[in-house]
């Protein structure tokens, strides 16, 4: 059975791509035959992610419109053999595909994949219609502030409103130590704010641009906290139960200590 | 001094955490309260439905609103009571 997973956020920039390759990169290391939609079109990102932007040569509107089959248009990865992207147009804008073309598309990628991920767009307009218009659950990613947990709010309303109840939630870029402090929500707080099952908290990471600067997701990196929260997503995806990473409150020794300013 | 014991004993001013999530809190009210008409029509024949096992009311001058407040949303509803059912 294929899954159609769209990730979505509201607000932009909050890291949809980041997640949408680290989590193909992930289940691909697993061995799940993955695919990556990018619905991005007119801001294509998730080649430059995964270090294929130089591999393109067909993209999703060549597709949608007809001009050739799917299959020409997949770019496969370098190292994962199981993952492959499907990169949109950088010179069309989002009404160049429309709901009813990325249904009919999902069901054909489903007869070859495990996993369809579709990285969405920011906003509420066409382009996210469009999106989630396939999808058999939706990936809310919102970060620890609260203009991205409003505009998650609203997503969760709209995903509501198109029929798709099966939504989880990944907040990415906590700051622990600033968890610590009491300065920064934490995953219990929006989890209790949004009402929505939370199955990722990524910490803010600088592996992430790094490994962005190289094209290789950082879920590859052994050494890197982000990368081991990426594959625990990936881990839960698959239906592994596994715990959360915990960033502790501060004790009260602690507390003392940065009272005094020790 | 008092502010230092208090740091140690972690009950200083509010965190900007506590402060961010009481915001959330409410401004999530107000943008869920936003419901359509329809939702509004649900709730309307939703009301009366349960009420009228209770007692018979005049449905023509009810009136149901989401009052916005400051930092609260309240369901008003003014319904006419004409007869009340034998208990
Ligand atoms: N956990 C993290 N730690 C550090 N940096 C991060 C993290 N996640 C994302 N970023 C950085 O945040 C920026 C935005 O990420 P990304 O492009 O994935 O967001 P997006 O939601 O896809 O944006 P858009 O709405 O524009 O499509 C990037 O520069 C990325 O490297
Ligand atoms: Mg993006």
């Not at chain 1, 990524?202 to 052994?222: A, F, H, Q, W, Y």
């Amino acid at each position: 059975m294929s899954e159609v997973i769209v990730i979505t956020s509201g607000k932009g920039g909050v890291g949809k791509t980041t997640t949408t390759a680290n989590l193909g990169v992930g289940l691909a290391m697993r061995g799940k035959k993955v695919v990556l939609v990018d619905t991005d079109t007119g801001l294509r990102n998730l080649d430059l992610l995964l270090g294929l932007e130089n591999r393109i040569m067909y993209d999703l509107i060549d597709v949608t419109e007809g001009r050739v089959h799917f299959k020409k248009a997949l770019v496969r990865h370098k190292k994962y053999e199981s993952l492959f992207l499907l990169p949109t147009s950088q010179v069309k804008d989002k009404s160049a595909v429309n709901p009813e073309q990325l249904v009919r598309l999902c069901n054909d990628l489903r007869q070859e994949f495990d996993y369809v991920l579709i990285d969405c767009p920011a906003g509420i307009e066409q382009g996210f219609q469009t999106a989630i218009a396939a999808a058999d659950w939706a990936l809310v990613v919102t970060m620890p502030e609260i203009s991205a947990v409003r505009d998650a709010d609203k997503i969760i309303g709209e995903l509501g409103r198109a029929d798709k109840e099966n939504i989880k939630l990944v907040v990415n870029r906590i700051r622990p130590q600033m968890v610590e402090k009491g300065d920064m929500l934490d995953m219990d707080d929006i989890n209790d704010i949004l009402s929505i099952e939370c199955i990722g908290q990524i910490p803010d990471d600088e592996k992430v641009v790094t490994s962005t600067n190289r094209g290789e997701p950082v879920i590859s990196l052994d050494d890197s906290q982000a990368g081991q929260a990426y594959r625990n997503v990936v881990g839960r995806i698959c239906g592994e139960d596994i715990p959360f990473m915990t960033f502790p409150k501060e004790s009260f020794f602690q507390r003392l200590r940065h009272a005094l300013g020790m | 001094m008092i502010n230092l014991l208090m740091k140690i004993f972690g009950k200083s001013e509010r965190s900007s955490r506590e402060i961010a999530r009481d915001r959330l809190k409410v401004v999530l009210i107000h943008d869920r309260a936003n419901v359509s008409p329809e939702v509004m029509d649900h709730l309307r024949s939703d009301i009366i439905r349960v009420i009228s096992n209770y007692m018979e009311i005049n449905q023509r001058d009810m009136e149901i609103t989401l009052a916005n407040d400051e930092d609260s949303v309240a369901l008003v509803a003014n319904i006419p009571v004409s007869k009340m059912k034998h208990a």
